[in-house]
C-alpha cells in the first residue's frame, strides 16, 4: 500500500513562497503520476499541478500557472511544489495523492478517478 506525506505547510505574507513536499513509501508502475490538490473551507477541492514520475510532465491548473511549479525527485520518492507569489487566495489545505494510469492526470483530479492513495495534507495560509 502506498504511503504519502505532506509537510512545509506554513503561514506565509502575500507575495510569499513555500515548497511543499510529497514524501511517498515508494513509486510503482500502477500511479505513474502524482497530483497536489487543495481545499479551501467552504470550498470545492481543487486540483491545482500534477508530474509524471516517467517523463517528467507537468500540468498545471490556470489559478497556479506561472507561479507554482511542480518537481520530482525520484531517488529520493519525493514531489515537490514550489509556490511563488502567493495570494490569499492560496489558503487552503494542500494534499498529494497518487494517481492512476486510466485517466490523464488534469481529468483524474476533477473528479477524484483512480486517485485511492492520499496524504493527511499541510495547511497554507497566506496571510499578512
Known amino acids: 500500500q502506498l504511503q504519502l506525506a505532506e509537510s512545509g505547510g506554513n503561514l506565509v505574507q502575500p507575495g510569499g513562497s513555500l515548497r511543499l513536499s510529497c514524501a511517498a513509501s515508494?513509486?510503482?508502475?500502477?500511479?505513474?503520476?502524482i497530483g497536489w490538490l487543495r481545499q479551501a473551507p467552504g470550498k470545492e477541492r481543487e486540483g491545482v499541478s500534477c508530474?509524471?514520475?516517467?517523463?517528467?510532465?507537468?500540468y498545471y491548473a490556470d489559478s497556479v500557472k506561472g507561479r507554482f511549479t511542480i518537481s520530482r525527485d525520484n531517488a529520493k520518492n519525493t514531489v515537490y511544489l514550489q509556490m511563488n507569489s502567493l495570494k490569499s487566495e492560496d489558503t487552503a489545505v494542500y494534499y498529494c495523492?497518487?494517481?492512476?494510469?486510466?485517466?490523464?492526470?488534469?481529468?483524474?483530479?476533477?473528479?477524484?478517478?483512480?486517485?485511492?492513495?492520499w496524504g493527511k495534507g499541510t495547511l497554507v495560509t497566506v496571510s499578512s
Open positions: 495523492a497518487a494517481v492512476g494510469k486510466h485517466y490523464p492526470c488534469a481529468v483524474a483530479m476533477s473528479g477524484g478517478y483512480d486517485m485511492p492513495y
Open positions: 508530474i509524471s514520475l516517467n517523463d517528467g510532465s507537468t
Open positions: 515508494g513509486f510503482t508502475l500502477d500511479y505513474p503520476a
